[in-house]
């Protein structure tokens, strides 16, 4: 899945007389560090997939999910499906093409030179026949065509103001057809990582430890502590022929537009050779990408080429000239309701609920047809369990082809107010809101409703952030200048007293972990709207959370009493550099400081170090050293479905004890849910995310699993 993004630059500047010091976004980079060459399996188990294929049509605009690709239209989980790396797609949502794997991390045969990186495949669709009105066969003469938008990645405007990376020359983007020949082949094999107890050298050979037939030869040492992902099962399926018939190279986005005058371009592809009216036909986009670092400096070494792609659409009855699309549709993703965070606590909000609250959203909304559509603009607040706490009617508004006039303008439709806000009367320390944006054509709606709708979760727990929790890049701060002492610093303000009891942070993990480090986590006071003197500081080493995108928690050992402004980040000696993730869509850079002496520096780098102050009163939670997950999540059971929607199961060993307690952690580090049966686990009241799974057994021993939630 992919969140991350890249951009690399040095920005010199000469402050205060002083050369080279600097703030930076580089590249983000999560790896694993283990290989997965298996060579010499013999006798082992065999697994036969079968995808029924679907009929048409086949249309998927990525609007009304998020996370990895919706598994009644694709298969695997490479790309992501995602709001935040698309400048101005067709309609709300894109999915990302990059040079991370489905775990996130960079691709282990990534290098400086081309590499193949992503694949967006299809579910077989049935292009031999149609059911409707009357089942028959399907022929040339029915003018199928495939069509679909891209953009190159990178944003646009200053290096700063950027929003991911560009594909280059030699980088490209491909669409491949393929058809099934009938016979079966070898698709893959499934892995399980395995926590290695012992250092293995070279040419050792470590032994799968779900087949006993199975095993690798070691191409690197690995040390103590580390995971190997361990070929189990192979997977057979239908073979298919693939054939390219459609790339483009790489290019930065204001080049893309300057030759194409858009931010998105259409592709329309017809199919006009019978190979392909087979029953069995599907369609792969892959990218090919580069990584872009000096062997010296391998932190550099990370996420990059992002392709965005929108509105993928195969059916018959098309012509060449069937490039208009009869929608109306949101294509922004909406706003928080606060006006400084994006989330703080509630006992802070209620302070000022109408000092605090923001005074209306911008949206971008827009008419895809050729005729102008009479619309209506509808906001609708509610609690969790959905009841109506606040509601606003925009009316009724004609808008025009976006092709002619551009996006809605119309105020009361893209400039809306917020509405007035009933909060639930409450003592709970926390509460969490829906906001919902529904934009459609008036009467009986459009033709694709699901992009209509853009809802923003608003949460009021224990901690306060300018960020989305989504990194598009990593921030530095570096020092060319001896000692080489780096200090960063975000400022908060507290609303009442309290009590600052940990920080979350998002630690970029290097490649070769080179931004595992120890460093000193520091609270500043204020001093004239600066970092003043420190209030607390205490030397902390890394523990990567264990899911992917999780923001590392780190606990104050002890908690001190803030009140009024204060500054949270870190303070660094020594020639490395400390990675921290930024949202690009979030602009704090306000409240953002920086120094590599002793005077501080106001960050001009567009978005937020994801870096969140927890307080408030002495909460449980649960702390899990990476070192243990490795190990534990080396063991025998899995859940199931996986990604999950509504219901899941513990497939293993441990599903046959008796007395168990199973327990889900989200990525913050706290209990979600707890039950006691390994079989059809409710999980339908958790959101689209990342969570652990632990089970205990009646004689205390755990073994953990990871899963996904889609929605």
Not at 499 to 527: E, G, H, I, P, S
Request: aromatic share 14%; charged share 15%.
């Amino acid at each position: 899945m992919k969140i991350k993004g890249f951009l690399f630059f040095i920005l010199c500047l000469l402050l205060n007389g002083f050369l080279f010091a600097q703030e930076s976004l580089t590249g983000l980079y999560y790896n694993y560090q283990a290989a997965q060459h298996a060579k010499n399996i013999r006798n082992h188990k065999t697994t036969f997939i079968y995808y029924e294929p679907i009929t048409l049509p086949f249309v998927d605009d990525f609007s009304n999910y998020r996370g990895f690709p919706d598994t009644a239209l694709w298969i695997g989980n490479q790309a992501f499906v995602n709001d935040n790396f698309a400048i101005n797609p067709p309609t709300i949502g894109v999915v990302t093409l990059d040079a991370l794997n489905s775990q996130g991390a960079v691709y282990e045969h990534a290098s400086v030179s081309p590499f193949s990186a992503d694949t967006l495949l299809s579910k077989p669709v049935r292009l031999d026949s149609i059911f409707y009105p009357l089942p028959r066969a399907l022929e040339i003469s029915d003018s199928l065509y495939f069509s679909f938008f891209y953009q190159p990645g990178g944003g646009e405007g200053q290096a700063w103001e950027g929003l991911g990376n560009a594909p280059e020359a030699k980088d490209s983007l491909i669409l491949e057809f393929g058809y099934q020949t009938g016979n079966k082949a070898l698709l893959y094999y499934i892995t399980q990582e395995l926590y290695l107890a012992d250092s293995v050298d070279v040419g050792d050979t470590i032994w799968s430890p779900c087949d006993p037939t199975m095993f690798i030869v070691a191409d690197r040492f690995y040390y103590a502590g580390e995971t190997i992902e361990m070929p189990c099962d192979s997977v057979v399926g239908m073979e298919t022929i693939w054939e390219k018939v459609w790339a483009t190279q790489g290019m930065t986005l204001s080049a893309f537009k300057n030759l194409y005058g858009t931010y998105f371009r259409q592709v329309m592809i017809p199919i006009t050779e019978r190979k392909y009216l087979n029953k069995g036909f599907q369609f792969r986009f892959r990218n090919i990408a580069s990584l872009e670092y000096q062997a010296s400096s391998p932190s550099w070494a990370s996420n990059v080429d992002q392709w965005n792609i929108d509105y993928v659409r195969l059916n018959r009855s098309r012509t060449s000239g069937d490039t208009i699309i009869d929608d109306v549709a949101i294509v922004n993703y909406p706003e928080s309701i606060l006006n400084n965070y994006t989330a703080m606590p509630w006992s802070h909000f209620a302070t000022n609920q109408k000092g605090f609250l923001r005074s209306g959203f911008s949206l971008k909304l827009t008419n895809l047809y050729n005729v102008v559509k009479n619309t209506t603009y509808d906001q609708r607040i509610t609690d969790v369990v959905g009841n109506v706490i606040g509601s606003l009617s925009g009316g009724s508004y004609n808008i025009s082809p976006f092709y002619v006039s551009g996006y809605q303008d119309y105020a009361p439709h893209a400039k809306p107010s917020l509405a007035n806000i009933t909060f639930p009367t409450t003592s709970n320390d926390s509460l969490e809101i829906f906001v919902y944006h529904v934009f459609r054509e008036a009467g009986m709606g459009d033709n694709n409703p699901k992009n209509d709708t853009a809802v923003y979760k608003q949460c009021f727990f224990n901690y306060f952030a300018y960020d989305d929790g989504v990194p598009e890049s990593g921030y530095v701060v570096t020092s060319s200048v001896y000692p080489y002492e780096t200090s960063l610093a975000v400022r908060f303000s507290m609303a009442h007293q309290d009590t600052l009891r940990a920080v979350r942070m998002y630690v970029n993990r290097a490649l070769q972990d080179a931004n595992k480090m120890n460093f000193t986590l520091t609270v500043w006071n204020d001093n004239n709207g600066q970092p003043g003197s420190v209030i607390y500081s205490e030397p902390v080493q890394q523990s990567y959370s264990p899911e992917i995108y999780g923001l590392q928690q780190f606990y104050l050992q002890n908690p001190v009493a803030v009140v009024g402004t204060i500054y949270i980040g870190y303070q660094l000696t020594g020639r490395n550099f400390l990675n921290i993730g930024f949202d690009q869509n979030n602009n704090a850079s306000s409240q953002v400081f920086w120094r590599t002496n002793a005077d501080w520096n106001n960050s001009f780098i567009v978005g937020s170090p994801i870096i969140r102050a927890v307080v408030g009163a002495d909460f449980d939670y649960t702390s899990i050293k990476s070192s243990q997950i490795a190990q534990d999540i080396s063991s025998s059971i899995r859940v199931f479905p996986n990604p999950a929607k509504h219901t899941i199961s513990i497939v293993g060993e441990s599903q046959m004890e008796e007395d168990c307690q199973v327990e889900i952690f989200s990525t913050s580090g706290q209990c979600v849910l707890k039950d006691k049966t390994t079989q059809n686990i409710d999980v339908s009241a958790l959101i689209q995310g990342f969570y652990l799974l632990k089970i205990t057994d009646g004689q205390g021993h755990c073994d953990w699993a990871k899963f996904v939630i889609s929605k």
